[in-house]
Structures are given as structure tokens and as C-alpha cells.
């Protein structure tokens, strides 16, 4: 195993930072699509949520059309958004996101067009996807956002992190490019810090991962034996895998705006 971390000049970091707030308000945390954003294009549905931990179900639609199923953990103004494997669908993060919601944090999983309820051409647009995500959870009152992704979805995240001013990305297993979308070359010009965990017999990922590595200017990287995959590396190295993404979000959101019970409760009674 093997834990690295290439941080970004402290001048750099403050002024990306600042970039990222100012940028985040002048785009109202909408991308500046208020109509589409203030329709009916987000529908919540509320119910028997099975086994899975989540608060409620979502569905919400993409710019192109297609509408997305979706799952809420937790509360808060900081929300992390997780993004599935190819194969798999979000209830393979469902482990994750309840454990990140009972550390304050809003979690949003939700499955990629065309993965169980959700509609559209399976392994295709998975940027408009995750666009679509953010949002529904900026309109939801999110204030900062965090992406993780597992495989495709890794390297989906790390291509829309600066287009979604996000505080911060991390990537299981992550291809250095999915059809279209190119993590290489996203990461190239991106200061937005960076957490990559990938298996060290897991090829070609393992090399994928070194690659995006060395050309990110702000970089954790972790390398876990053995030769499991994307969501997978949660079956030998659970409890690792956790914590350092918890300390990876913990260490780039603000504190002031983790929920808590504490905080709940006092505003229940006032």
C-alpha cells in the first residue's frame, strides 16, 4: 500500500478557492438555467425506501430529456454525489453513502441513464448525468459539492468537476478516458483537488490512475493490494477506503456547514 499526496502552492489553493466561490454565485448554483431549474423537471418521491437507508427516492431529468432515479441520504449543505461502475448501478455505493450521512453529509446516489429505472442508452452522456445530479442537489440546498466515482463514473467526475465547481473529486479505478469523456485531459488544467484509490494489480487502471496522477497539479493517491475494481476494493478494504474519503471530504468543505443532530435538535427546540 502506498499513500501519496502532491499538494497545490498555498497561493494557488486560496486563489482557486476564491474562483470557485465567485464562480459558484455568479452561476446561482443553477449554471445560470433558472427556467429549466425552476420547472417541473424535478419530481420527488417519497415512500417505502426499502433496505437501502436512503430518506427518500428522487427522479430528475437531464437537459437532454432523459430522467434519472436517484436516492437521498442524510442532510445538510454539503452534498456528496456518487457515481456508479459500469455494470453495476448506485446501489453499489449504498454502504458508503449511509456511512457519509451519518458524518453530517448529504449523499445523492443515483443510477446512470439507461441502469435500472433510469431511462436512455446505457454508458453514453454519463457528463449531461452527472450535471443533471449536481444541480438537483444545488436547487435542493446544497452549498458545496464533492464528486466520487467508481470506474466510468470516476472518470466522469473528474472531467465535470470544474464545470460543476466542485470542492473537490475523487475516483476509484478511474480509465484515463470513457468514450468521449477524457479525465487525462481534464485534469491537465484543473486545480480542484483530487483523491485517487486504485488496486495495484488492476491493469490497465492502475496505470490509468498513475497517468491522471502525474498530470494533476493537486493529488492523494493510494494504492491498495490486490486486484479489485471500482466499488469492488470496498470488499477487501472497507473501513480504508472510508476514512480516507471521509478525510478527503472533511479536509475540503467547510465545517460550518456539516449537519448535525446537535444543531437539529437546538433548532427543533427554538
Not at 445530479?133 to 463514473?153: N, P
Not at 472497507?238 to 479536509?251: N, T, Y
Request: charged share 20%; aromatic share 8%; with cysteine.
Amino acid at each position: 500500500m502506498a499513500v501519496e499526496f502532491k499538494a497545490l502552492p498555498l497561493l494557488t489553493l486560496a486563489l482557486t478557492l476564491a474562483l470557485t466561490v465567485f464562480a459558484a454565485c455568479a452561476s446561482g448554483g443553477q449554471n445560470g438555467n433558472s427556467d429549466f431549474y425552476q420547472s417541473e423537471e424535478y419530481v420527488e418521491l417519497t415512500g417505502n425506501i426499502g433496505e437501502s437507508g436512503a430518506i427518500e427516492k428522487v427522479r430528475f431529468r437531464t437537459e437532454d430529456s432523459e430522467d434519472l432515479w436517484g436516492s437521498i441520504f442524510g442532510e445538510g449543505e454539503i452534498a456528496i454525489v456518487l457515481t456508479h461502475m459500469r455494470g453495476r448501478d448506485q446501489s453499489s455505493w449504498f454502504p458508503f453513502a449511509r456511512l457519509a450521512s451519518d458524518s453530517g453529509y448529504k449523499v445523492l446516489t443515483f443510477d446512470f441513464r439507461g441502469y435500472g429505472k433510469s431511462t436512455g442508452k446505457r454508458d453514453t452522456r454519463m457528463d449531461r448525468d452527472l450535471e443533471a445530479a449536481v444541480a438537483y442537489v444545488r436547487a435542493k440546498g446544497a452549498r458545496q459539492v464533492i464528486l466520487i466515482g467508481a470506474s466510468m463514473g470516476g472518470t466522469t467526475a473528474i472531467e465535470l468537476a470544474p464545470e460543476v465547481n466542485a470542492q473537490g473529486v475523487a475516483a476509484l479505478s478511474p480509465p484515463s478516458s470513457f468514450g468521449k469523456i477524457n479525465a487525462l485531459n481534464a485534469v491537465s488544467s484543473m486545480l480542484i483537488p483530487l483523491l485517487l484509490i486504485v488496486a495495484e494489480n488492476d491493469p490497465p487502471f492502475t496505470g490509468d490512475a498513475r497517468n491522471i496522477e502525474t498530470a494533476a497539479a493537486a493529488t492523494q493517491f493510494l494504492e491498495l493490494p490486490g486486484q479489485q475494481h471500482g466499488t469492488n476494493l470496498f470488499a477487501e478494504h472497507s473501513d480504508q477506503i472510508s476514512g480516507i474519503l471521509l478525510s478527503f471530504i472533511d479536509r475540503w468543505t467547510d465545517d460550518s456547514l456539516v449537519a448535525s443532530e446537535e444543531t437539529q435538535s437546538q433548532s427543533v427546540e427554538d
